[in-house]
């Protein structure tokens, strides 16, 4: 009786062990939506849910296009409201001079959607469809001329949508085929697997990866007209989280120490410039916010690493978010029109 007993507790023991350490490794594993991204050259995850609480911004009506409008009346999707969850798979196009300039991209995105209705307009606008891995996949010609190019459109399930603007259906294929694999923690691309562990806990948006993609030009890393000493290659591991504001930093890659601290002298001159050449006494109270970001940049080098931080203010999420600002004129990125 006495030995059934310790085995039953034994059993009990390793039930209880197993199940700690599948959730220990399922709360360790990258967001679903970042693990079912194909091979690329970088990776950018938003999670909107707190920067929504935040601000409220889905609250604050907004003068939306005419297209805007018709998507939304269409689908009943107001992205806004409904989009929790954007990742984004970047990939280096071959020809920087095609359709796609010089980078595509693949996404999935999660929140609340009505498949029915999406279904239904993705029909209206598409010029294919083909059926993968169960799924029906929309492909929608965007742009004009020699310029067109084609974005291929699949909902994963009631809550996702998969979009791929690559001339070929490997990208969404992989999306689908991962989409599958989707409950296990340790599914995902390579990129993924290699770098997801630098990214700090509880970062609402991150990024990984050759950031300076969508950045680069003639080889360099060029932001507002300014080129970076950076090649446009550089791996950066970026990161957001949210705590009474947000906490940016930005860990640049290096192959050894020494360019590490190369970079961070670089950049050390860069930040100083910079905050020079800002105004002494903010004019709003979004200058005020603003200065506040400039002023907390802080370069520091760990090792093979230069690393970037900074502290963005609460009202300065607030002026981003108002509806006069270029983020909220422009629309969100789920916007779906030919």
């Known amino acids: 009786m006495r030995k059934s007993t310790r085995y039953s507790l034994l059993l009990m023991l390793a039930l209880v062990a197993a199940l700690a350490i599948a959730l220990a490794l399922r709360?360790?594993?990258?967001?679903?939506?970042?693990?079912m991204l194909p091979e690329s050259d970088a990776i950018v995850y938003v999670n909107l849910k707190p920067l929504r609480t935040a601000t409220h911004f889905d609250r604050t009506p907004v003068t939306h296009s005419p297209d805007y409008e018709h998507?939304?009346?269409?689908?009943?999707?107001?992205?806004?409201?409904?989009?929790?969850?954007?990742a984004f798979a970047l990939h280096r196009m071959d020809n920087p001079n095609g359709p796609n300039g010089p980078v595509g991209y693949s996404e999935v995105f999660e929140g609340r959607f009505d498949g029915e209705r999406l279904?239904?307009?993705l029909a209206t606008?598409?010029?294919?469809?083909?059926s993968y891995a169960n799924h029906d996949i929309f492909t929608i010609p965007v742009g004009e001329s020699k310029d067109i190019r084609h974005l291929r459109i699949a909902q994963l399930g009631y809550d996702s949508i998969a979009v791929s603007n690559m001339p070929t259906v490997e990208q969404i294929h992989s999306i689908l085929d991962r989409h599958r694999a989707g409950a296990s923690p340790f599914s995902g691309s390579s990129l993924l697997s290699a770098r997801y562990r630098d990214v700090p806990l509880l970062s609402s948006a991150w990024a990984i990866g050759h950031i300076g993609l969508p950045f680069s030009e003639r080889g360099y890393i060029t932001v507002f007209g300014l080129q970076l000493p950076l090649p446009e290659?550089?791996?950066?591991?970026?990161?957001?989280?949210?705590?009474?504001?947000?906490?940016?930093?930005?860990e640049e890659i290096s192959p050894t120490d020494a360019e590490a601290?190369?970079?961070?002298?670089?950049?050390?001159?860069?930040?100083?410039?910079?905050?020079?050449?800002?105004?002494?006494?903010?004019?709003?109270?979004?200058?005020?916010?603003?200065?506040e970001t400039i002023d907390s940049l802080k370069i520091e080098q760990h090792k093979d690493r230069a690393v970037l931080t900074a502290s963005i203010p609460i009202?300065?999420?607030?002026?981003?978010t108002a509806p006069d600002s270029p983020a909220a004129q422009s629309g969100p990125a789920l916007n779906i029109k030919p």
């Open 27 to 35: 709360k360790a594993a990258p967001p679903e939506a970042a693990r």
């Open 71 to 86: 998507f939304i009346e269409a689908t009943g999707i107001v992205p806004e409201r409904d989009l929790d969850v954007a």
């Open 119 to 121: 279904t239904n307009y």
């Open 125 to 130: 606008i598409a010029t294919a469809k083909e």
């Open 233 to 250: 290659d550089t791996t950066f591991v970026a990161s957001l989280r949210y705590s009474l504001g947000l906490r940016l930093r930005i």
């Open 261 to 291: 601290a190369h970079a961070a002298e670089t950049l050390t001159t860069l930040v100083g410039l910079f905050k020079s050449l800002q105004p002494i006494q903010p004019h709003s109270t979004a200058d005020g916010a603003l200065r």
């Open 315 to 320: 009202d300065l999420l607030h002026k981003l």
